[in-house]
């Protein structure tokens, strides 16, 4: 036997904390919530946009509003794609990234702050117009 077969295999990525409000025909301000892990948006993003559903297209820039994570470089390259990283600070608008892509318009997430609890996440989505349940995210 050799060393390669005792060795245990990586840990699985902790899943993606996304709920996207149902497509309809009524335009919404927010069209989901996006739950991070941690502050750290060049840790965070790659995972958010690749985890998005393919017909939102190639989002190519991220507004990020409010008080949202730290780090944001002004681009990263996430799946092979340069995404340009904007930021902007409104005090009286919530936390959201706006996600942009080229003939597929914008989608806009609330972010709900990493250290909130299940329940806190769910209020904010609710007070945003989201209709989320317990549950919705995989922890």
């Known amino acids: 036997m050799t060393k390669d077969r005792l060795r245990p295999p990586p840990p699985a990525p902790p899943l993606l904390r996304l709920y996207l409000a149902?497509?309809?025909?009524?335009?919404?301000?927010?069209?989901?919530?996006?739950?991070?892990?941690?502050?750290?948006?060049?840790?965070?993003?790659p995972q958010l946009l690749?985890?998005?559903?393919?017909?939102?297209?190639?989002?190519?820039?991220?507004l990020v509003n409010g008080?949202?994570?730290?780090?944001?470089?002004?681009?990263?390259?996430?799946?092979?794609?340069?995404?340009?990283?904007?930021?902007?600070?409104?005090a009286h608008a919530p936390s959201t990234v706006?996600?942009?892509?080229?003939?597929?318009?914008?989608?806009?997430?609330?972010?709900?702050?990493?250290?909130a609890t299940e329940r806190a996440a769910v209020s904010l989505m609710s007070a945003a117009g989201l209709t989320p349940e317990q549950g919705d995210f995989a922890s």
Do not use: K, Y
Request: no cysteine.
């Open 22 to 45: 149902p497509e309809s025909t009524v335009p919404r301000r927010i069209d989901g919530a996006w739950w991070p892990r941690t502050v750290d948006l060049p840790a965070e993003l």
């Open 50 to 62: 690749s985890g998005l559903p393919r017909a939102w297209g190639r989002i190519v820039s991220v």
């Open 67 to 90: 008080a949202v994570g730290t780090g944001a470089p002004g681009r990263m390259l996430v799946r092979d794609q340069v995404v340009r990283l904007r930021r902007a600070t409104t």
């Open 98 to 115: 706006v996600l942009m892509a080229p003939g597929h318009g914008r989608r806009d997430l609330l972010v709900v702050p990493p250290e």
